[in-house]
Structure formats: C-alpha cells, structure tokens
C-alpha cells in the first residue's frame, strides 16, 4: 500500500545545477500536482497533471518542468537551481474534484 | 481565480480549549472545500470535507467545520483541544468542475499548552 512515493527526501544543490524530483503514485489517480511549502505562505502549487500527456502550470511555475509519460509518475525537474528554490516540494495525487489528495513524505531542497 | 484566505497565523491555546479557526474562499461558483492538519515533520493529512449537503461536516479526531456560503467561510472548530493537536491547519478550495487544482491558505500554527 505505498501511496505517493517521492525521492530523494533531502538534497542539497549548488547554485546552477539542475536535478530531477521523482514522484509515483500506484492509485491510478490522473491527477497529481508538485506543491512547494514556504514558512508563512502554505502550499503553493508549481504544476499539474490531469493525466498522462497533460500538463498545466500552477501558480509558481518558473523555473520548474514536468511531464506525464505514464498515468503513475510525474517527476519535477528544476533546470537551474537557484536559492529561491530551497523549500519543501511536495507531490500530491487525487481521483477527481470530491477527492482529498494524497500526499508524499516530502522532499525538503536546500540550494546553496 | 480561486484563493483562500487564512487570517489567524498563529494560535495558542491551553489543552481543554475551544478552537476556531477562519477560513475564507473567493471563487463565485460551486466549490469543494478541505482542512488539512501536518504534524511536526509530516506530510499533510485530511481533517474533514465539504462538497454539498449538511454545511456542518465533522471529520476525524472531533474536529467540525460550518460552510457558511453568504460569507464564503468554512471554518474549522473543535470544542476541547488536546496538546496532540499541536500542528499546522491549511484550509483548501478547489472549483467543482474543471480544473482540479487545489488551492491552499497559508496555514495557521496552532500550539496547544499543557
């Protein structure tokens, strides 16, 4: 019964680097989204998935690419890293509108 | 656009305190609305859900929250906090059709004392 799995749990980065987010769900849920948490601003969503082959931007997309070749994984890639990117990203799944999302564990990023 | 509104940032309570905390939505049409509590150090977990029906919704752990559609609120309360419930609150909205993302408060700390 796993879930929301998403990895690494923590990295650090330099400055420039790009990485990759992983996150996989085994639900069947079309829907997943990446959220980052800043302290004092809740979850802000980045980008979202409606289901494989789709994609939309969030509120706070810049600097993030996703995509959706399979309905079980959305991975978050972060092309060049910048210290405004050190925060919490989590990825989150759902069936439809009435269903509560599930969340990962968390990924927490410090970019240095 | 949607948004929610959260104006208590941080609240402290001593343990056998009652608890309300204000939510408040924009968006014109039908939405389905969410709390969320997150413990130190996890991820989110569902309190309780409104969709229709019953404006008064209880979830787990004797947490309720009243929809009231003329102010656009959905405010969660419970009757006597416990210091267990010590965590982060995040109210949430989402239109019922369409677009599936959910939008989140800023979140309220709440430290309940012993």
């Known amino acids: 019964n796993a879930g929301v799995t998403q990895t690494p749990k923590f990295q650090v980065l330099k400055t420039g680097q790009s990485m990759t987010l992983q996150c996989a769900q085994d639900?069947?849920?079309?829907?997943m989204s990446w959220y980052r948490q800043d302290p004092g601003m809740g979850l802000r969503l980045i980008h979202y998935s409606v289901g494989a082959g789709i994609t939309d931007q969030g509120e706070v997309p810049n600097g993030y690419n996703v995509s959706r070749s399979t309905t079980e994984d959305f991975p978050l890639r972060l092309l060049s890293a910048a210290p405004s990117q050190t925060s919490v990203y989590f990825c989150?799944?759902?069936?439809?509108?009435?269903?509560?999302?599930?969340f990962g564990n968390g990924t927490r990023l410090t970019v240095t | 656009a949607q948004s929610v509104s959260q104006h208590n940032h941080h609240v402290i309570l001593s343990e056998a305190a009652s608890l309300e905390l204000g939510c408040n939505y924009s968006?014109?049409?039908?939405?389905?609305l969410f709390w969320y509590v997150q413990y130190p150090g996890q991820h989110l977990q569902l309190l309780l859900k409104?969709?229709?029906?019953?404006?008064l919704v209880k979830g787990i752990k004797g947490f309720e929250a009243e929809f009231i559609k003329s102010k656009f609120s959905f405010n969660l309360r419970k009757p006597s906090v416990q210091w267990s419930d010590t965590a982060e609150y995040f109210c949430?909205?989402?239109?019922?059709?369409?677009?599936?993302?959910?939008?989140f408060g800023s979140g309220t700390r709440l430290q309940v004392q012993p």
């Open positions: 949430a909205v989402n239109a019922d059709t369409g677009r599936r993302a959910l939008t």
């Open positions: 409104y969709f229709s029906g019953d404006p």
């Open positions: 968006y014109g049409g039908t939405v389905n």
């Open positions: 639900m069947n849920h079309e829907y």
């Open positions: 989150a799944s759902r069936q439809g509108e009435r269903s509560p999302l599930h």
